[in-house]
């Protein structure tokens, strides 16, 4: 479904990929663990387009994405949810036009038409009669909610999601898993978790990729990456003493 092959990126004199490998299985849900800085954010960025690699090919269901013109990567991009860190909802909109924005912004639905999905999109995300509410009026989890459920009214064929559930309660944060793997099973996603809080991670992975000094250098079930030998990978699921 994804492919990156042989990535490079550096900004300035800071390299940041550095030969970076990865491919993701259509319907699975790829969580990529690894420190603050490492390139997690950035390899999101190159998939969406909104950062090119200095080299290296990226794939997307076999359309190579790299160079592509900002008309071409539209249409890769309409396959694509992403959920921000910081939920980056429109504060002068109401929840429900959050929700309802690119539906407006790039379809032909009717008014009817998008009033329906975005009922429906909060009720998945268990926000029931929210639309008329402001941001401001949610908590972080809701609006993380909120945001998920804005991610899903397009029906994509790729989630993103960076850092779910950073700055969230534990309860919080295990309702936004269950959110990611309700999302896999109900709508058959594939999906990428950046995170670099193990429990979050483990709870929703079929598979796990650790990142460090720009390139994967551990993947496999959590099983797999729990026994593994490789020592920063050891050092990263131990945490700190």
């Given at each position: ?72 990567l539209f ?85 993103l999601y ?23 099973r109900q ?55």
């Amino acid at each position: 479904m994804i492919e990156f092959i042989d990535v490079y990126k550096s900004f300035d004199n800071k390299k940041v990929l550095q030969g970076f490998n990865l491919s993701i299985k259509k319907g699975e849900t790829l969580v990529i663990l690894g420190r603050s800085g490492c390139g997690k954010s950035v390899m999101l960025k190159i998939l969406l387009g909104l950062m090119q690699p200095d080299s290296g090919r990226v794939f997307v269901e076999g359309t190579e994405i790299t160079n592509l013109t900002e008309a071409n990567l539209f249409s890769i991009r309409q396959k694509i949810g992403m959920l921000f860190q910081g939920s980056a909802l429109f504060d002068s909109l109401t929840v429900g036009e959050n929700v309802a924005f690119a539906l407006k912004e790039h379809t032909r639905k009717s008014w009817a038409e998008i009033d329906e999905i975005v009922r429906r999109n909060l009720e998945f995300v268990e926000l029931k009669n929210t639309e008329l509410l402001m941001p401001s009026d949610l908590s972080g989890g809701m609006r993380k909610r909120a945001a998920l459920a804005r991610a899903m009214a397009s029906q994509p064929q790729i989630m993103l999601y960076d850092e779910p559930t950073t700055g969230l309660d534990p309860i919080t944060a295990t309702t936004i898993n269950a959110l990611i793997r309700k999302t896999q099973r109900q709508f058959g996603v594939t999906s990428i978790v950046v995170t670099h809080e193990l429990d979050s991670g483990f709870s929703v992975a079929d598979r796990v990729g650790v990142i460090n000094d720009g390139v994967i250098i551990e993947i496999g079930s959590i099983a797999e990456i729990k026994k593994s030998q490789n020592e920063f990978v050891q050092r990263f699921i131990a945490g700190p003493k």
